[in-house]
């Protein structure tokens, strides 16, 4: 069940690609500064990693996620940012997390029954939606990492 929205909000997603390996380090640096900031922004969402590739979803208020995507659009550690999905929701999915990671793995089961071959580039936003739900649902996602 999503949560009912007062402001008016958005859900944003994105791809990108990672420019240099998806190492521990980078994935604690990148979810630390999620969970400090994207909570004082009332900024919800999933970030999933693996494969090269970053998949995010932002969700909250309009100015907030916009400022956000600004700032990760310069963030050097990845490239090719490809906005896959920009809408107007009256309920967010992921109001639970400030921000939760989940992998990508070709060789997780799940992946391979029901996403074989996905590429995030060529999919739709409603095929990444429903790759995220699926992930969510048969993986623990993380939300916070040793430092
Ligand atoms: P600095 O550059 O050290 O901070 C400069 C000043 O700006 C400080 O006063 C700081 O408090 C303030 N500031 C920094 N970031 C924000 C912010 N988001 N909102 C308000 N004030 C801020 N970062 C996130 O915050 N949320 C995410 O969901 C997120 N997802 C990412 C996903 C990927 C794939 C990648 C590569 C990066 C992501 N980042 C995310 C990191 C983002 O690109 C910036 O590196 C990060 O927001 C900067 O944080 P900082 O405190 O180190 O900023």
Redesign the pocket.
Same mark, same amino acid.
């Given at each position: 069940m999503g949560t009912k929205l007062s402001n008016p909000c958005v859900r944003l997603i994105y791809v990108?690609r990672a420019k240099g390996p998806q190492t521990t380090t980078v994935t604690t640096s %990148?979810l630390q500064?999620?969970q400090?900031?994207?909570k004082?922004?009332g %900024?919800t969402?999933v970030?999933c990693?693996g494969q090269g590739f970053?998949i995010?979803v932002?969700e909250g208020e309009r100015s907030?996620v916009n400022?956000?995507y600004r700032? %990760?659009c310069?963030?050097m550690?990845?490239k090719d940012m490809e906005l896959l999905r920009y809408e107007d929701i009256s309920e967010r999915k992921f109001s639970q997390w400030s921000?939760a990671l989940v992998k990508l793995s070709a060789d997780d089961p799940m992946v391979k029954a029901q996403h074989p071959e996905f590429d995030p580039y060529s999919a739709t936003g409603d095929q990444v939606m429903h790759l995220l739900a699926n992930l969510i649902e048969t993986s623990q996602p993380i939300t916070a990492l040793p430092t």
């Open positions: 990108s %990148i500064q999620a400090v900031h994207n004082v922004q %900024i969402g970030l990693q970053f995010q932002l907030p400022t956000l700032r %990760i310069g963030d550690r990845h921000m």
